[in-house]
């Protein structure tokens, strides 16, 4: 059994880090694909956490539950229901066509589209507790001392709430960065367009070739895990700094 | 609305003289979870106005929908004072300003300083969205004197979680002073802090009413602060304006006055004009006469509130020179309480413009033959700073 051994050869081996070029394009697209659903959610996400976190709407409801339905759903029915609503068939698919574009499924865009729905929760989440903790106040004293809404935004909400958007960031890059079900429904297996980490070792696995999914595996998860060990690490001396006594 | 009543201004004391241009017109109606809040006020921009109840009153609400924080569909306001030519109208039908274009400064119950920011950093969150030209023409504080007025100059650099209450909330009317107010709220500024951070703070408020030429709107339901700060008075209660009037017609209105901790009685605004070492007194002289007190450390020349106590002032018919009394003025009765089944009664008078409260039994008033108009004498057993 190679892969037993190809633990530890990853610690000693420096060539056990070389990939094949289908292996590269994979890692540049996944990264590629996470960066751009990260910058996408933060720039959606805020409003929707906003607007959680802030009004009294009997929507509020309604619209938590859609937003964190990604949770608790297989990927795959998310991604089925994607496929046919964007599918040449399916409404948002006929209105893109009659408007000239090309449909999304098994396109760079599909999975970007498909990937910003998926990772939605784990993005308005964060922002919305850190919002919620927050409080009102600090934008009533802001108000009072002639900040105007942008100005509260980036003075105020942005830095007040800073820890919240760093996990935001980190949780919809890292979640993006495994996604499996949803890029098989909607993206299928295009190499350089569509074939990501996941699919990548799905398919060394699937052939058998334990060696290189064992690499690719090994890559994700000790990425994964020094991203999410800097973002606590971070987060804890935030916390203790930021919510001392008596301050906001 | 029936209860909400417009306060009676009588010309002649002097804290009520005001140009009847310069003042302030609040009316809103809130109705949540409840509770009501209907007012409808007209009083002076001059000098601090105490807004006093109880807790659930309304007072902070009240406070809050005159800043704009609070938004209600139903409201007014306007103001004016001499800082402008023409009213200020803030929200009536049509309009609603935005607290962020309103020019006025607010102080929380809780500093409510940003935790990001150093105590510079928020002075400077201040100071960076102030209007440029207002300030350098007609304030009369700048930075400097707004730090030493309230003694931060030494925490300029720390974090706001390394403070003390005390500080911090200094630092919060430091911080609403630096935005060049035209009007100053404040909700209960000393209501989260322990006593001694209170006795800490109160002497700072004192200064900044001296030396501020601003309205300064002040919430509390402490009647110490208002004997220490206040010049007029709004009592609420249940979501409705009950009284309004200067600090002396609502401590003197013998129907309903407003107590002095568990008594009643009158505060007057003095300067010290004598010292008397030997014996540790000093006299503060008062519109209508002069008191001897203990010497409480002022300067000469200083203006110091001294309380007068109902219990403490009794009234004779002549100048009695046997009395161990050192304060004895000349004086007029004015009203007299009454009250048939009662023991005691509150007696009003007249020393000069000023006037006091005794506290007599109503044995004393029959026997003496007092009456309105009659010229007796006050012997005032004791007086205090408040």
Redesign the interface.
Known sequence: MPFIFSGAACLVDPSFFSFSDADLAAIVLTLKLASVVTLLLLVIATPIAWWLARSRSWLVGPVSAVVSLPLVLPPTVLGFYLLILLGPQGPVGQAMQWLGFNTLPFSFGGLVVASVLYSMPFVVQPIQNAMQAMGARPLEVAATLRAGPVDRFFSVILPLSAPGFLTAATLGFAHTLGEFGVVLMIGGNIPGETKVLSVQIYDYVETLDYAQAHKLSALMLGFSFVVLLLLYTFNRRARVSFNAEGSL | MSAVMNAEISADTPANRFDSDKHLHAQFYVQRDGFVLDVDMRIPTDGVTAIFGPSGCGKTTLLRCM???EQTPHGRFSWRDHQFASAQIWQDEQHFV????RP???V?Q???????LTVNGNLA??KK??GKTAAARDHVLNDDAILHLLGIEHVLQR???E?S?GE?QRVAIA??LM?HPKILFMDEPLASLDDNRKREVLPYLEKLKTQLNIPIIYVTHSADEIARLADHVVVMSQGEVVRHGSLAQILTDLNNPLKLGQEAGVVVTGQIQEKDEQWHLMQVAFDGGAVWLKDSGHEMGDYVRIRLLAKDISLSLSHAQDSSIQNILPCTICQIEDNPQAAYTLVKVHVGKSELLARLTRKAVAQLDLSVGKDVWVQIKSAALV
Do not use: D, Q
């Open positions: 800043a704009g924080l935005p607290t962020h274009k006025l400064g607010y929380f809780e500093a409510s300083l940003f935790a990001h969150y201040a969205r102030r974090k706001p979680h403070l209450g911090r911080r609403a935005i």
